[in-house]
């Protein structure tokens, strides 16, 4: 195996005129989006829930059937296969999900195990104090019930199911956030480290975070070596919509979450105090009569009714609706449905793509192994392996239906398809070595998709009449 090294050693490597190299030949691989149709799309939605894998989430026969690659068992590291046993979604329930399993850095490397994919054993279970039968044996083998996720099998079953969606980051929440935001977790446009993990304290984080606050810091080793204050400053996508004048927003329910990206972001946040003396961002995107980043779970509910969905948008749950293991009531599939119905049901389903995709692994057992990204090599490694394989579901008229994608994609293909959707030019970083732009899940030649109605036990006014306070992650 070549030395796994951090993705941004990768995109300061290129910049230096390293030869990018994916093991299947899909990096830089010429796109099908730039060349649409001008008007097909014209706004993108990225809905993101929290900590599950396709095995873990997509026991779904329908899929299966129609080639997804999900597994019902999995081995061990002495060799055993363990079938995968059910659990309920949310907690509190009959077989709650009611514990959480370690998705740090290190957990990682356990369950890879240089492409074995047999470590889950040793993966650590979380949180369980003293609740009975917990944690239950075997308890990073388990998928979901599939009568708790039926919304999501519907929208997967309808349109297009990626069954090789990898998220960029080898680690938790927070730089996975950082990644659908900019394409990177690095602290700055050129340093040669980028965060790996929940920051310390994780539920008030980024700029405004305390002044002893932190976060570990993986070097060109690819070991985590440093740590640093969680406020960064470089580039992110938002910065070359607003370059082109294209709209967007960032719903997310708390200003403090580690799920809200923009937060970590110096000039996105503008902290009301020089870092590290900041408690709440007051920056233009904050703030104003029409502010980008918006502090509220439900008004992109609003937004869609009235008129006003900006160009791009990205949606973060509440922790009550986020799918995260322990924290979850097991609305996140009513959730999602009600932004789809909500978009379905308007003027701008005729114009809308909708990534509906998950920030991370959550520690869960996935079988595939991802795939191992070459450079040219130097005195820092010869290759890098993305992060697990999280679920991915592609909503739009113009998205193949009943299709399963077996393209491999990672978050910066979602950045890659905006910047091509739009023209941005591109940031130079996830985006530019990106898996791919999802090319193969859409057909602009294609009859436009009619929208139907996704069914789900909750409606859009359960959560807009929802006055409890919105719960942060547990850990990550």
Not at 6 to 26: D, E, R
Not at 56 to 71: C, K
Not at 130 to 144: A, F, I, L
Request: charged share 15%; aromatic share 10%.
């Amino acid at each position: 195996m070549h030395r796994i090294v951090p993705f941004l050693t990768l995109i300061l490597m290129g910049a230096l005129g390293g030869l990018l190299l994916s093991l299947n030949g899909c990096a830089g691989t010429s796109s099908n989006i730039s060349r649409q149709a001008p008007g097909h799309i014209q706004h993108v939605v990225i809905i993101v829930q929290e900590n599950r894998t396709p095995d873990n989430l997509f026991q779904d026969p329908v899929l299966i059937s129609r080639g997804a690659d999900i597994a019902q068992s999995g081995l061990n590291t002495s060799g055993q296969t363990i079938p995968l046993t059910e659990i309920d979604l949310g907690n509190p329930a009959p077989i709650p999900s009611n514990y959480d399993l370690d998705h740090s850095h290190k957990a990682f490397l356990e369950l890879y195990d240089n492409g074995k994919m047999d470590g889950e054993n040793n993966v650590a279970i979380l949180n369980c104090g003293t609740k009975p039968n917990c944690p239950p044996p075997n308890g990073q083998y388990r998928y979901v019930n599939p009568a708790d996720v039926q919304p999501y099998f519907t929208m997967a079953e309808q349109y297009t199911f990626a069954d090789r969606m990898f998220q960029t980051n080898q680690g938790p929440s927070f730089p996975a956030h950082q990644f659908l935001l900019a394409g990177t977790s690095a602290p700055t446009a050129t340093s040669p480290l980028f965060a790996s993990e929940v920051p310390n304290p994780y539920t008030v984080t980024g700029c405004m975070s305390i002044p002893t606050g932190y976060v570990s810091m993986i070097g060109p080793n690819g070991k985590e070596q440093t740590t640093q204050y969680p406020c960064f400053e470089h580039p992110t996508l938002t910065d070359l919509l607003d370059a082109k004048n294209i709209t967007w927003r960032y719903y997310s329910p708390l200003q403090g979450y580690m799920w809200t990206a923009p937060n970590a972001i110096l000039h996105m946040c503008g902290p009301n105090a020089p870092p590290p003396n900041g408690t709440s961002c007051v920056g233009p995107d904050w703030t104003g009569s029409d502010p980008k980043v918006f502090i509220s779970a439900t008004q992109v509910l609003s937004d869609i009714t009235n008129g006003n969905l900006a160009q791009v948008v990205w949606v973060i749950p509440t922790g009550q609706a986020s799918d995260h293991a322990q924290t979850n009531d097991g609305s996140g599939p009513s959730w999602v449905s009600s932004v789809v119905n909500a978009i379905g049901n308007s003027q701008y389903w005729s114009n809308t793509a909708i990534f509906i995709t998950w920030d991370d692994w959550g520690g869960w057992y996935d079988h595939v192994p991802p795939p191992e990204v070459l450079v040219n090599c130097s005195e820092w490694g010869c290759g890098y392996i993305y992060g697990f394989r999280v679920p991915m579901i592609v909503i739009s008229p113009y998205a193949k239906t009943q299709y399963i994608s077996h393209q491999n994609h990672d978050f910066g293909s979602i950045l890659r398809f905006v910047e091509e959707t739009f023209d941005l030019g591109a940031l130079g970083y996830a985006d530019s070595s990106a898996l791919d732009d999802f090319s193969d899940c859409f057909d602009f030649n294609q009859e436009p998709t009619p929208f139907q109605t996704i069914s789900a036990p909750l409606s859009a006014e359960h959560f807009i009449n929802d006055k409890r306070p919105p719960l942060d992650p547990d850990d990550d």
